[in-house]
């Protein structure tokens, strides 16, 4: 990870953590979220599994669930953990 790409995160992580403070409840795990998407970005698709861009776009997808439909949100997130287990598990 370059230097830039440092900033970036650390910077993002930071400000999240001060935003969760004032900010409702289910924006903490949206931002997370971005932090997963931030993070898959700044590597090189040789330097991963091809699983984590596919599971990333689901998860571009929930983003926008957070705003319009909580249960719907907290739905996606079980299954794109649930994916995630499931191919961690079978590694």
Do not use: W
């Not at 970036?8 to 795990?29: H, K």
């Not at 590597?43 to 957070?66: A, H, S």
Request: charged content about 35%; some cysteine; hydrophobic content about 35%.
């Amino acid at each position: 990870m370059n230097k830039k790409d440092q900033a970036r995160i650390f910077t993002f992580l930071l400000t999240s953590a001060r935003g969760c403070v004032d900010e409702p409840p289910l924006y903490g795990p949206l931002r997370l979220l971005e932090v997963y998407s931030l993070l898959l970005e700044m590597l090189k698709p040789e330097e991963t599994d091809g699983f984590y861009y596919k599971l990333n776009e689901k998860i571009e997808e929930l983003k926008d669930k957070c705003m319009e439909d909580e249960v719907q949100f907290v739905d996606g997130l079980d299954r794109v953990l649930e994916e995630l287990t499931d191919h961690v598990m079978d590694m």
